[in-house]
């Protein structure tokens, strides 16, 4: 499958507010805010989402087969992305924060195993990269010679995320581990 990658915003508001609605609110209403400060809860979760994306406080790279929106890849600065999984044993190792966090991935039931999050990963690269780049840190999960659901890998796999040029940093969960690369201003 061929699938092109476009940032979140205003104009493609509508397409990303379609796929999570197909999907309940993924994951029960989150909306994708789960790792922004504090949410409002399932309810206010689409409207304080559209509000962040209006406002320019949100970012994903969303990917397309044609014109349906078929997934995502969350990111954004840290500030923006304040909240991550397995707080605690990643504040054990911290030095310093990154510039960038990817923080979740999301796949159509319909397109799960067709590549939909490493399209989503190169799109949030270049889109990092056209935003000025920087280091970029990701959680995700080794899955390698285990049996893991596609739709409870919110983070990704370590092999997709290698496979772009990140290398594992430490581990912080018994599978799981912060990924680090630097991109460069202008090309991923």
Avoid at 35 to 61: D, L, S, T, W, Y
Wanted: net charge positive; with cysteine; proline share 3%.
């Amino acid at each position: 499958m061929s699938f092109s990658a476009k940032p979140l915003d205003e104009t493609t508001w509508s397409q990303f507010a379609a796929l999570v609605e197909r999907h309940n609110g993924v994951w029960g209403g989150c909306w994708c805010m789960a790792f922004h400060a504090k949410g409002v809860g399932a309810a206010g979760n689409r409207a304080e989402k559209e509000a962040r994306v209006r406002e320019g406080h949100a970012h994903a790279a969303l990917v397309f087969d044609g014109v349906a929106c078929v997934g995502w890849c969350q990111f954004g600065p840290t500030q923006e992305l304040p909240r991550i999984k397995h707080r605690r044993a990643y504040e054990e190792g911290l030095t310093s924060l990154p510039d960038w966090r990817i923080t979740c991935f999301f796949s159509d039931k319909a397109y799960r195993g067709k590549g939909v999050a490493a399209a989503a990963l190169a799109g949030a690269l270049a889109e990092i990269a056209r935003l000025g780049g920087g280091t970029v840190e990701s959680y995700p999960e080794d899955a390698e010679g285990r049996s893991v659901a596609g739709a409870f890998l919110h983070n990704g796999t370590l092999a997709m995320f290698e496979r772009q040029g990140f290398q594992r940093a430490r581990k912080i969960g018994k599978h799981r581990w912060v990924v680090a690369r630097t991109v460069g201003a202008g090309g991923a």
